[in-house]
């Protein structure tokens, strides 16, 4: 099977919001009056973001849903994508499941593949992703205020669980936990419903891909101030509740979550639990925003909790 056939079989699927999709020089969309264009790309290289033996299902699934994510954390509603990947080899059937696992993910969101690029090389895989919000409204990461609540959606640390348990470095005795987990890690959920009724109710909001703290950090950083993280609050898989102190590590900077950190001022406490009703996810208030600069984990006491690590560093 050549080049041409493996996109045309794989990748070229109806894309009728797009006036030109998959099969042209390139793809033409006409965004819609009244909104501006928000544009992400996220890439995702074998050994560095999934491990070598990972179900092509499950990498077709992660390889848009972090990139759905970023989108989520702008508060924009994805419409396009597009697919760029290199193979060491042409293996029909691995591609039909990647393909499969990706087009699930795009479908569940209205989102349509309209390009892409097919290249023979170390399994690499990149998405840019086209998303669209009303013009002059997005949960930019500039955006956080003293006096802001600080909110995360779902549960943190599972991913990371799943991550460490695999290289080694902890184990899980709790199988029934570390299935979910692994679900977790292979196959994250982006908030784009949250992210889009968070629009008019937050302030700031990032997606945690790299550890809390260090996408907090992102946040807090751009807005010039500072945030107390209750680490009691941190929310998390109740199985994990007894053993929290000692998998704080994954809670506060393991990565992999793909949920959202965000803040919001206390007077829409409210509005942000209904949010989060509104769509079925799990909503927590973890800390606030202070003056100053940088992000402190705090214990029960008050007292700051030093970790290891915020979050992954691809250069760190
Ligand atoms: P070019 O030579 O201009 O780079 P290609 O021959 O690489 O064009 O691609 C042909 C068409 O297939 C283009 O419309 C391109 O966007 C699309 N395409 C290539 N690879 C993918 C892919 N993995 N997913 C979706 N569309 C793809
Ligand atoms: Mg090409």
Same mark, same amino acid.
Not at 224 to 252: F, H, K, M, N, T
């Given at each position: 099977?050549?080049?041409? @056939?493996?996109?045309?079989?794989?990748?070229?699927?109806?894309?009728?919001?797009?006036?030109?999709?998959?099969?042209?020089?390139?793809?033409?969309?006409?965004?819609?009056?009244?909104?501006?264009?928000?544009?992400?790309?996220?890439?995702?290289? @074998?050994?560095?973001?999934?491990?070598?033996?990972?179900?092509?299902?499950?990498?077709?699934?992660?390889?848009?849903?972090?990139?759905?994510?970023?989108?989520?954390?702008?508060?924009?509603?994805?419409?396009?994508?597009?697919?760029?990947?290199?193979?060491?080899?042409?293996?029909?059937?691995?591609?039909?499941?990647?393909?499969?696992?990706?087009?699930?993910?795009?479908?569940?969101?209205?989102?349509?593949?309209?390009?892409?690029?097919?290249?023979?090389?170390?399994?690499?895989?990149?998405?840019?992703?086209?998303?669209?919000?009303?013009?002059?409204?997005?949960?930019?990461?500039?955006?956080?205020?003293?006096?802001?609540?600080?909110?995360?959606?779902?549960?943190?640390?599972?991913?990371?669980?799943?991550?460490?348990?695999?290289?080694?470095?902890?184990?899980?005795?709790?199988?029934?936990?570390?299935?979910?987990?692994?679900?977790?890690?292979?196959?994250?959920?982006?908030?784009?419903?949250?992210?889009?009724?968070?629009?008019?109710?937050?302030?700031?909001?990032?997606?945690?891909?790299?550890?809390?703290?260090?996408?907090?950090?992102?946040?807090?950083?751009?807005?010039?101030?500072?945030?107390?993280?209750?680490?009691?609050?941190?929310?998390?898989?109740?199985?994990?509740?007894?053993?929290?102190?000692?998998?704080?590590?994954?809670?506060?900077?393991?990565?992999?979550?793909?949920?959202?950190?965000?803040?919001?001022?206390?007077?829409?406490?409210?509005?942000?639990?209904?949010?989060?009703?509104?769509?079925?996810?799990?909503?927590?208030?973890?800390?606030?925003?202070?003056?100053?600069?940088?992000?402190?984990?705090?214990?029960?006491?008050?007292?700051?909790?030093?970790?290891?690590? @915020?979050?992954?560093?691809?250069?760190?």
């Amino acid at each position: 099977m050549n080049e041409f @056939e493996l996109i045309a079989r794989h990748f070229q699927r109806p894309a009728p919001s797009a006036l030109l999709g998959v099969g042209d020089d390139a793809a033409i969309v006409r965004p819609t009056p009244g909104c501006d264009l928000h544009m992400s790309v996220d890439m995702l290289v @074998e050994g560095r973001h999934f491990f070598a033996d990972v179900a092509p299902r499950a990498l077709g699934h992660k390889t848009l849903a972090v990139n759905l994510s970023d989108m989520a954390a702008m508060g924009a509603r994805a419409r396009w994508a597009l697919l760029s990947i290199a193979l060491p080899k042409a293996d029909e059937a691995w591609v039909a499941e990647f393909a499969a696992g990706f087009h699930a993910l795009a479908l569940e969101h209205g989102v349509e593949l309209i390009g892409g690029d097919t290249t023979c090389g170390p399994l690499t895989l990149s998405v840019t992703v086209l998303g669209e919000a009303p013009s002059g409204q997005a949960l930019r990461r500039d955006a956080a205020r003293p006096g802001d609540d600080v909110w995360v959606s779902g549960e943190l640390g599972l991913g990371a669980l799943a991550v460490r348990q695999r290289l080694g470095w902890l184990t899980v005795d709790d199988a029934d936990l570390l299935q979910t987990a692994r679900q977790r890690l292979e196959y994250p959920q982006p908030r784009l419903a949250l992210g889009r009724l968070l629009l008019p109710v937050a302030h700031a909001a990032a997606d945690v891909s790299d550890g809390l703290m260090a996408d907090l950090g992102h946040i807090l950083a751009a807005s010039g101030v500072a945030a107390e993280i209750q680490a009691d609050a941190l929310p998390s898989d109740p199985r994990l509740e007894a053993l929290r102190a000692r998998y704080l590590d994954c809670l506060a900077a393991g990565g992999d979550d793909y949920e959202l950190v965000f803040t919001a001022p206390p007077q829409r406490r409210a509005q942000v639990e209904a949010a989060g009703a509104q769509c079925a996810c799990r909503v927590s208030r973890i800390g606030r925003i202070v003056e100053g600069g940088g992000g402190k984990l705090l214990d029960a006491a008050g007292h700051p909790i030093p970790l290891q690590k @915020e979050g992954y560093d691809h250069f760190g």
